[in-house]
């Protein structure tokens, strides 16, 4: 987190993982990972007492797509895959860019019950390709190469 002064020389903790702000997941199944921000805690819960983030991320990228295949074949590679998780803050490394995507069906209880999870997951999905069709924010979409 970031430290500036204030006016009075005390300084203040400056809070840049918002909902909407783009992260790596750095740690676990998910390492490499481009996930959205969908509710952060940076005091922590009760029952998790560590800054901690839920978070909406791709778990398979769509691939490329050219005009020589077929409509059925670009269908297919133009879909992806999520996962929906909470994580530590310090397993995100956040970037500079935000995807405003409302996400109403992930919340905290859904990441507890797994039927739950699996809607929210197929919810996620369609918002995210919605979103993909658009042809906005090219570099959430593509894999991170390293």
Known sequence: LLL?????????MVKFLKPGKVVVVLSGRFAGKKAV???????????????????????????????????KKQA???TLKT????????????????????FKSVSTDVVENATKKVEARKD????????F????NRWFFTKLRF
């Open 4 to 12: 500036f002064l204030t006016c009075s020389g005390v300084a203040k």
């Open 37 to 71: 921000i969908v509710k952060n805690h940076d005091d922590g819960t009760s029952s998790r007492p560590y800054g901690h983030a839920l978070v909406v991320g791709l778990q398979k990228e769509p691939r490329k797509v050219t005009k020589r295949q077929s409509a």
């Open 76 to 78: 297919k590679k133009s």
């Open 83 to 102: 996962f929906i998780k909470t994580v530590n803050y310090n397993h995100l490394m956040p970037t500079r860019y935000t995807l405003d995507c409302d």
């Open 124 to 131: 996620a999905k369609k918002q995210l390709e919605e979103k």
């Open 133 to 136: 069709k658009t042809g906005k």
